[in-house]
């Protein structure tokens, strides 16, 4: 199982850019731009990494991305990412980035998205792995600064698939943007939305109904409301869910309690995914291995979380077609080993 989970191609659908910033990248970018950071050592960075909540993660989070300033910074990162998605067979891949938690210190929103596109463009050239850009707008800020990111991007809107919502949920229901995503929409975006990570079923209700999206980022509070789980089983919305991150911000207790395995028996559209995989301690990979172990999740399972990565993500359909076909391939010349 462990070979399989390797081994295989796969997609990944949620993974906030800055949040696979490396303590080690961080130790690199302050000097190189001037910047303090309160820690010592790479050590100690990571051991400060003990979260209660998911606000107590993002204060750490708004504080880490500090020392990313120049478009070389936000290269480096894209790179860093890409190369370690590479390395775990990931073949295509679709990332967050928080424009506002950039502007918002100052910078431009082309310094921003040129490095990250400049990495995209040479990973995608030198390495074939194949990824899109989704902008996130902050929820816990107003819905009128979200209007104004969005009027941003527009001269970038070639570079951004989809439009999504992260930040503190609680308190900052999806209905708050129903304008902003009408908008997004009519200008061509794809959106998505972080809902029932740690608020309630009401909100991913809210995503889809309010602001029509095509995913639904973690949405694994859904398995409280009967009648969701059942629109989302037979609509096959699909969820992008994190497991490592779920454990580590304690919206489950252990993985044991995780309920990835109830999800996909109960039918539901769910890919495995690592938020914000340098704070929480894994890539996919890792968060495969994680939950496979503490689930019991048998080879079936795993195919079937890949092949939904693909068919959830938002590549064409003879894209998608290309990646299913690998996928048969390799599984094909892995029953001959055996
Ligand atoms: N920003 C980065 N990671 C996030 C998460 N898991 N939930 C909400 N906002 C985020
Ligand atoms: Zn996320």
């Known amino acids: 199982m462990e070979k399989l989970i390797r081994e295989m191609p796969k997609a990944e659908l949620h993974m906030h850019i800055e949040g696979s910033l490396e303590p080690e990248l961080m130790f690199k970018l302050a000097p190189r731009n001037g910047i303090a950071l309160p820690f010592n050592s790479v050590e100690e960075v990571r051991k400060s990494y003990e979260f209660t909540d998911l606000q107590s993660f993002l204060d750490i989070y708004y504080q880490g991305v500090r020392v990313l300033l120049k478009e070389q910074d936000f290269y480096d990162l894209t790179r860093a990412y890409l190369e370690k998605a590479h390395s775990q067979n990931v073949r295509h891949t679709e990332m967050f980035f928080d424009p506002q938690a950039h502007i918002d210190r100052g910078l431009a929103f082309d310094t921003v998205i040129n ?19 989704i902008m996130c707008f902050l929820r816990d800020l107003s819905a009128s600064a979200a209007m104004e990111t969005l009027n941003q991007a527009l001269p970038f809107k070639d570079w951004i698939v989809a439009v999504g919502l992260d930040s503190a949920e609680i308190g900052n229901p999806p209905e708050k943007f129903t304008a902003v995503f009408d908008k997004a929409r009519e200008h061509g975006f794809l959106t998505v939305a972080h809902a029932g990570e740690e608020g309630p079923p009401e909100y991913i209700w809210q995503a889809l109904d309010q602001l029509k999206v095509s995913r639904i980022d973690h949405g694994v509070r859904c398995v409280e409301d009967k009648k969701l789980v059942e629109r989302l089983a037979k609509e096959q919305i699909p969820l992008t869910v994190c497991p490592l991150s ?6 489950f207790d252990s993985m044991e309690h995780h309920p990835l395995k109830r999800m996909l028996d109960l039918g539901l559209c769910a890919t495995v995914n690592s938020d914000d995989p340098a704070y929480f301690e894994g890539y996919i990979t890792e968060n495969f291995l994680a939950v496979q172990k503490a689930l019991n999740l048998d080879h079936n399972d795993i195919v079937s979380l ?10 064409s359909h003879q894209e998608v077609q290309k990646l299913l076909d690998e996928l048969d391939d390799y599984l094909e010349r892995r029953e001959l080993q055996h």
């Open 115 to 133: 490095g990250i596109h400049r990495a995209q463009v040479d990973a995608e050239s030198q390495l074939g792995i194949t990824s899109k850009l």
């Open 246 to 251: 779920n454990v580590k911000l304690h919206v």
């Open 306 to 315: 890949v092949r939904n990565s693909f068919q959830a993500s938002f590549l």
